[in-house]
């Protein structure tokens, strides 16, 4: 079973930086493609950015481009987001998402708030 525990949230103030992780089950982690989302109370959940199981980044979101970044490290089995210049608006609850060709799988959730 692949599990997906995300840390590194937090409250931050605007400008401010976070760096989020998402540990992954060992084994299967390296085979997966890797996304966050991110979900704003009263919204649907969106993607933030995606990565391949070689470490291509295949997107990012133009909310977030320039600023965010996602990276993996498949020796590590950790995902990575590091979030610079944040804003207000990217206060949300960010999930880890592992995309099997068959199967996906969610991570818990963490909560980030960017306020003053």
């Known amino acids: 079973q692949v599990r997906l525990v995300e840390s590194g949230g937090g409250l931050v103030q605007p400008g401010g930086s976070l760096r989020l992780s998402c540990a992954g089950s060992p084994g299967i982690f390296r085979t997966y493609e890797m996304h966050w989302y991110r979900q704003i109370p009263g919204k649907q959940r969106e993607l933030v950015a995606g990565i391949t199981s070689g470490g291509v980044i295949l997107q990012l979101a133009d909310a977030v481009k320039g600023r965010f970044t996602i990276e993996r490290d498949n020796a590590k089995t950790m995902l990575y987001l590091q979030m610079n210049n944040l804003k207000s608006e990217d206060t949300a609850v960010y999930y880890c998402?592992?995309?099997?060709?068959?199967?996906?799988?969610w991570g818990q959730g963490i909560q980030v708030t960017v306020r003053s």
């Open positions: 998402h592992a995309q099997g060709d068959i199967d996906e799988h």
